[in-house]
T-cell receptor, first 112, second 115 residues
Framework: KQEVTQIPAALSVPEGENLVLNCSFTDSAIYNLQWFRQDPGKGLTSLLL?????REQTSGRLNASLDKSSGRSTLYIAASQPGDSATYLCAVTTDSWGKLQFGAGTQVVVTP | ETGVTQSPTHLIKTRGQQVTLRCSSQSGHNTVSWYQQALGQGPQFIFQ???????GRGNFPPRFSGLQFPNYSSELNVNALELDDSALYLCASSLVGTGRNSPLHFGNGTRLTVT
């Protein structure tokens, strides 16, 4: 059974510092891995999607890596801003229909 | 293109009642999935619908049921509500079967509170 874990559960950093969020999964048979952002009480916004054959994806200040063999992904957010405060969720796609298995998320607070 | 829309945004029900949540898929999408997100947890897969039929189900009891309509909109029905059903219910749509499946696009969810 696939299990997705995110560490740490919460993180607080001063503005300008780089953020490093970790995600691990137990079964390497995944189709892809996604990182989502969730603001309080809101839905999910997809940030980055890494196909199983890829090692990393980049979008602006965001970079995500994937090491499928070790079951790990890391999301880097450079030069954090207060607007980056949110919960970040990682999820792996476990079948060809797109079913997602989520971690519990990392709650990030960036202080001015 | 219109995104995924869900209604209502908030709902309060009493234990034992029944509830229906609604979702309009993103234009051009043919598959809809429902997820339950309890406070402080990641979303959990409830079920998925494709061509109006259930196409996969998570670890949820039969009192959770759904429908997908010809226009690809969807409903989630929950009977005999329990306090633990209090959660954010997320709908997501995608396009499947064109050779390259699209990622899921999520709505903003319906916050259900059971008292």
């Amino acid at each position: 059974k696939q299990e997705v874990t995110q560490i740490p559960a919460a993180l607080s950093v001063p503005e300008g510092e780089n953020l490093v969020l970790n995600c691990s999964f137990t079964d390497s048979a995944i189709y892809n891995l996604q990182w989502f952002r969730q603001d309080p009480g809101k839905g999910l916004t997809s940030l980055l999607l890494i196909q199983s054959s890829q090692r990393e994806q980049t979008s602006g200040r965001l970079n995500a890596s994937l090491d499928k063999s070790s079951g790990r992904s890391t999301l880097y957010i450079a030069a954090s801003q207060p607007g980056d405060s949110a919960t970040y969720l990682c999820a792996v796609t476990t079948d060809s229909w797109g079913k997602l298995q989520f971690g519990a998320g990392t709650q990030v607070v960036v202080t001015p | 293109e219109t995104g995924v829309t869900q209604s209502p945004t908030h709902l309060i029900k009493t234990r034992g009642q029944q509830v229906t949540l609604r979702c309009s898929s993103q234009s051009g999408h043919n598959t809809v999935s429902w997820y339950q997100q309890a406070l402080g947890q990641g979303p959990q897969f409830i079920f998925q619908y494709y061509r109006e039929e259930e196409n996969g189900r998570g670890n949820f009891p039969p009192r959770f049921s759904g429908l997908q309509f010809p226009n690809y909109s969807s409903e989630l029905n929950v009977n005999a509500l329990e306090l633990d059903d209090s959660a954010l219910y997320l709908c997501a749509s995608s396009l499947v079967g064109t050779g390259r499946n699209s990622p899921l696009h999520f709505g903003n969810g319906t916050r259900l509170t059971v008292t």
